[in-house]
Structures are given as structure tokens and as C-alpha cells.
């Protein structure tokens, strides 16, 4: 899909309002990829075994000289790789093409140019890809390998079109991906499943929209494909409907394109994107937000530039979605409370607790907001700082939700109390609200997310003491107040006010804490929380 119409449908998206609604055969497709979704370990794994054994094989040939058969192996690895992981892919891509160089044979030297082009036009590297398939001589290719090449030089004038987005030079590199096309297309049979595809995809670029839907819906249906050719057939009708307005057929192939791509284990694809888009449009912005995150994990895992761009854009705009429909919840309890607070003191004290979630309400918005930025950041190197938040966002997002669902189930019981003049019933319900549980089981699901990530920080931390003065829970015990101080000051949060809120202590019970364990450890003071940051991650 071209950058600049993605872009164009997100706008009118958010733009207007429509009415949630979905088939029962777009339902049970909903439910069948978030069965996908949960058990995509599963393929991730089956890919992982398949990787392990070529490895292994590749390994056996370089070691008892078989150049040839390295060669062939390395190929196989590179086939795994691409559209799942593109810096092992590049660093097999180089082993293939030194292992060509090796061989002497100039038609494996000129094929491993060919994969070379694809590694790196899948990861949004355009002029990097073209140089070195313009550098390609095709006399020294077979038929099977001209067709990958001509396809190959195709897609990445294509998808530079897409990504440059300028009226007249996207026009010009359409124009030459559609005559390498042709080259390819030219060297297929006709009743081919490659030629199909090919028609489908060319159809497309020339605006042959029905033309398209038609070579696809016929690839699909009269022939055996693998499931990624299935994931890119269906993803193609999936955006070929909704040029054509037929939005419920669009997010059925959406669907199904991106269930074909879980169980081929692709990262570098946009189904699940495009479907996030969709289902954004039809009011399902849950869902749309828990598919747009994948898709982001994807393409940054992949290291897709031009994914990681595209998802980039459409984040932010379905995560205010999210958050103006939490604000406007928030906005509405807000002025039902000040009503009831006028009918009794104890109803005040009722919406104090309220109070009290919306300044949480509010932090967790803030956070939101650095994630949005950070996003704009991707940096590999951040793996571990991206890991804690997703990892705590996560945590946030499904306890306000719940504390949400409270607060309206309490809201609602408070209104029937109080229509019914059973003023003796509100006291009851407020004195029975056991907010200590609250806060126990706030310290439980803290404590089991942070030694997810730190699951050897007990050790790494008890490593500062002697062995007399380690810190131990109790058994029933994740955490205590000592280890939890400096998980949050790992964390980052190193403001003793903040960690006295969080904890429901005072600010000197704080800093006494953290004075007394200072003193035990057997760095210097001023060196402790350094030591305490350096404490790695999983």
C-alpha cells in the first residue's frame, strides 16, 4: 500500500465515527487469530528447530570442505531468515555470497546477488538493493533464477514508489517495476500459481483493481500455495476490497493473511497492520491497539525501516483513540461524583479513593505519552529499556482497566443506594472496601513482573553484603520493603517522594531505609545505586 494513501485512510479514520459491527464469520476469524496469536511460540519455535538443524548442517559442510553443499545449505538458511529476521539473513546473505566467491562458479556468484537484493530491500534498504541487482549479470542465471530476479527488482521499484510517495518519481519506478515484471511474468507458464501472482500483484500496480482480486481469488482457490504465499495473496485482496469499498470482505482476508503469516513465522509483513486499521475504522479500537503493538514488535524485531515507519504513524493515532475514550470516562464519573458528593459526607470520602485512581489514571497517560516518544526513538540498543516498559505498560494498562470496572460497578451500586434513599446501605459498602487488599495485591503483581525481568535480582543485589547481612523475603514473600525500595530505584524511579507514595510510607521512613542498607553494603555509599542500575535484565 502506498505510504501517503495509508496515511490518507488513517486521517479520515480518525476523522469520523462509525458503528462497530461484525459478521459471525468475521467473528469467529477474530477468534480464530487470537488463538494464533496466543500460541505463535508454537510456529516461532518449529522455524527456531528448522533454523538450529540447517545451522548444524551448514556447519558439518564448512568443516569437511564441501563448498557446494554449503552453499546449498546457507541458501536454505537465508530462505528461513527472510521476512523473519533481517541481520541473520544479512550475515547469512555475506556467507553465501563469500561461499559463491569460494566455488568459482559465476552463475552461484550472480544468484547470491539476487538473494542479496531481497535481504536488503526487505528491510526498507532501496538503493543498497538496487546496486547490487543492477550489478547482476542475467546471462549467468537459469530460467527459475531470472524469474526471482526479475520479481525481486520489481518489488523494490515498487515498494520505493510506495515509500518515496512523489508524483512524478513513484510514477517513474512503477513504470520500471512493472517492466521487470513483464521479464518475469514472460518466463512463467500459465497455469502456474507463480504466474497467477504475478498477475495479481501487476493488475494491482496498473490500477486494474477487479483484474487483481480476480488473478488472486484465483491463485488461491486453484492452487496449492505455502502459507506465505497464501498470507501475501490474501493481504493483497485485503487491500484491493477496501479500495473497492467492500470493507467487510477487506478484514476477512486481512484475517486470514495474517494468520497464514503467525504460522509461517514472518515479521516483516503488513496484514496486521492493515487489519489494525480497519477494525480502528469499524470502532474496535481494543483490538486495534493490541494488533498495532504486535505489528510494531514485528517490524521492529525484523528491522524493517519502512515498516517500523508506517506502523509509527498509526500508533500514536489509534493510542489517543484510546486514551480520549478513558478521558472521557474519567470526565463523566468526575461530574456524577461532584453531584453525590453533595448528599453525604461519607459519599465524599468515597470519591476521595476515585481521586486517587485518576492521579494513577493520569500517570499511566503520562507514560503512554514517553512510550509514543521512545517509538519515535527505536533504537536496538535500547533492548532492555523497551523490554521493562512494555513489560510495565502492560501491567498498567490491565490494572486501571480494572480498577475501571470496579469504579463503575461501585458507581453503579452507589446510584441504586442512593435512588432508593438506603443511606444506611452506602456506609456499610464504603467501610467494607478493603483498600489494604488493594494495595497488597498491587505490591503481588508489581513484584511478579519486575523479577520477570529481573529474575536474578535478589542475587545480584545480596552480592553488595556480606553474607550476615543479605537480605532475604520471607517465604510467602516475592519482594520486601528493602528489596522493593531498589527494584523501583532499578527501575529508574530514584525520588524518595515517589517511592514513599508508591510504598505508603513517609519520605524519612524512606530515606531511613535506604540509609540503614547504604551502610551494610560493601561498596561506598555514593557508588550503591550505580551498582544497583548495573544490574542486568533477562
Not at 480476480?214 to 500455495?225: C, G, K, R, V
Not at 535506604?514 to 542486568?536: Q, S
Request: charged share 25%; aromatic share 12%.
Amino acid at each position: 500500500m502506498k505510504l501517503a494513501r495509508f496515511l490518507f485512510l488513517v486521517v479520515i479514520i480518525v476523522g469520523s465515527s462509525y458503528p462497530l459491527f461484525s459478521s459471525n464469520e468475521t467473528e469467529k476469524l477474530l477468534k480464530e487469530l487470537d488463538t494464533h496469536l496466543a500460541n505463535r511460540q508454537d510456529y516461532y519455535n518449529q522455524k527456531l528447530q528448522r533454523i538450529e538443524s540447517l545451522t548444524r548442517e551448514l556447519e558439518l559442510a564448512e568443516k569437511s570442505g564441501n563448498t557446494l553443499y554449503a552453499y546449498e545449505r546457507c541458501n536454505k538458511l537465508i530462505d528461513e531468515y527472510e521476512s523473519f529476521s533481517y541481520d541473520s539473513a544479512f550475515v547469512y546473505v555475506m556467507k553465501l555470497n563469500r561461499l559463491a566467491g569460494a566455488s568459482g562458479n559465476p552463475g552461484k556468484i550472480a544468484y547470491s546477488k539476487v538473494k542479496m537484493g531481497f535481504t536488503l530491500l526487505s528491510s526498507g534498504l532501496f538503493k543498497e538493493s538496487l546496486d547490487t541487482l543492477n550489478s547482476i549479470n542475467t546471462q549467468l542465471l537459469n530460467r527459475d533464477q531470472k524469474n526471482e530476479y526479475f520479481n525481486v527488482i520489481a518489488r523494490t521499484y515498487y515498494d520505493l514508489a510506495d515509500y518515496n510517495n512523489d508524483e512524478y518519481f513513484s510514477g517513474m519506478y512503477r513504470r520500471f517495476g512493472t517492466t521487470y515484471l513483464d521479464s518475469a511474468i514472460s518466463l512463467l507458464k500459465e497455469d502456474s500459481s507463480e504466474y497467477w501472482a504475478a498477475m495479481g500483484l501487476r493488475r494491482m500496480k496498473v490500477e486494474d483493481y477487479e483484474g487483481s482480486a480476480d488473478a488472486f481469488n484465483f491463485l488461491i482457490s486453484q492452487f496449492d500455495i505455502s502459507d506465505h504465499t497464501y498470507a501475501i495473496a490474501t493481504s493483497s485482496l485485503g487491500y484491493l476490497y477496501g479500495l473497492l469499498g467492500r470493507e467487510n470482505e477487506a478484514i476477512d482476508m486481512l484475517i486470514r493473511a495474517a494468520i497464514a503469516d503467525i504460522k509461517s513465522s514472518v515479521k516483516e509483513t503488513v496484514a496486521l497492520r492493515n487489519l489494525a486499521v480497519h477494525l480502528f475504522n469499524q470502532g474496535d479500537i481494543n483490538r486495534a491497539y493490541r494488533y498495532i503493538k504486535i505489528a510494531l514488535a514485528d517490524a521492529t524485531e525484523y528491522n524493517a525501516r519502512h515498516r517500523k515507519v508506517e506502523v509509527g504513524a498509526v500508533l500514536p493515532i489509534i493510542e489517543g483513540e484510546r486514551l480520549a475514550t478513558v478521558e472521557k470516562q474519567r470526565k463523566q464519573l468526575l461530574n456524577y461524583s461532584l453531584v453525590v458528593s453533595m448528599l453525604s459526607v461519607l459519599v465524599i470520602s468515597f470519591f476521595a479513593i476515585i481521586f486517587f485512581q485518576f492521579r494513577k489514571l493520569n500517570n499511566v497517560k503520562q507514560m503512554l505519552q514517553d512510550t509514543n516518544n521512545s517509538l519515535r526513538e527505536m533504537n536496538n540498543s535500547l533492548r532492555e529499556a523497551n523490554k521493562i516498559k512494555e513489560e510495565y505498560i502492560a501491567y498498567f494498562f490491565n490494572v486501571t482497566s480494572g480498577y475501571i470496572e470496579r469504579i463503575e460497578a461501585f458507581q453503579k451500586t452507589i446510584h441504586r443506594k442512593i435512588i432508593s434513599k438506603q443511606f444506611s446501605d452506602l456506609d456499610n459498602i464504603i467501610r467494607n472496601a478493603d483498600l489494604k487488599k488493594e494495595r497488597e495485591n498491587l505490591y503481588i503483581n508489581f513484584d511478579k513482573i519486575f523479577l520477570k525481568i529481573f529474575p536474578n535480582f535478589i542475587n545480584d543485589f545480596n552480592k553488595l553484603f556480606k553474607e550476615e547481612d543479605r537480605i532475604a523475603p520471607e517465604k510467602e514473600e516475592l519482594l520486601n520493603t528493602d528489596l522493593r525500595i531498589f527494584a523501583l530505584i532499578r527501575l529508574g524511579i530514584t525520588d524518595n517522594e515517589k517511592i514513599a507514595k508508591f510504598l505508603n510510607y513517609s519520605v524519612n521512613t524512606i530515606y531511613t531505609y535506604k540509609t540503614k542498607i547504604k551502610n551494610k553494603a560493601l561498596v561506598e555509599r555514593d557508588d550503591f545505586e550505580g551498582k544497583i542500575m548495573d544490574i542486568r535484565a533477562l
